[in-house]
């Protein structure tokens, strides 16, 4: 299964690539290191595109795959009182943003309460910057990657 996610993911952000985005958002991880996923990462960092990934959910454990890569910025979950909820992963961590008891919508059009690092704080974290990017600031943009890539290079 995760050799599978695993080659999903990586033609997902070669198409990211050739479509030049500015943003790639990942919701889940991996415990473990594959090369094929560091190398797509990397190329995707040198065409400047900025990644944000889940921290993971290891119960305070080491940060998961690929957000634990130099250059992607892991995502983290704080709950109610604005402290990393336990279930987030611990280490490498770059933002932190709401996740525990976060009220969204649910598949049958209701509403349902969600927590964990690959819901709602990754999708806060990833439009904030985009609202950045949003701006036509390039100089923000770049000032933005040569920020990210001196503190995690």
Not at 22 to 33: A, C, E, L, M, P
Not at 67 to 77: N, Q, R
Not at 97 to 117: C, E, F, L, R, S
């Amino acid at each position: 299964m995760a050799k599978e996610k695993l080659k999903m993911l990586s033609k997902g952000i070669k198409w990211c690539i050739e479509q030049k985005v500015d943003i790639i958002n990942i919701s889940f991880g991996f415990g473990k290191d594959y090369d094929e996923l560091r190398n797509v990462i990397k190329i995707a960092l040198d065409n400047n595109i900025t990644i944000t990934a889940a921290s993971g959910n290891t119960l305070g454990l080491t940060v998961e795959y690929p957000a634990k890569y130099e250059g992607v910025l892991s995502i983290s979950s704080l709950n109610e009182k604005l402290k990393i909820d336990p279930i987030s992963a611990k280490g490498k961590i770059d933002f932190s943003a709401p996740g525990v008891n976060i009220k969204t919508t649910d598949i049958h059009g209701g509403y349902t309460k969600v927590k964990g690092t690959s819901f709602l704080q990754l999708r806060f974290a990833t439009g904030a910057i985009g609202c950045l990017y949003s701006k036509k600031n390039t100089n923000l943009k770049r000032m933005f990657i040569k920020h990210s890539r001196k503190k995690y290079s």
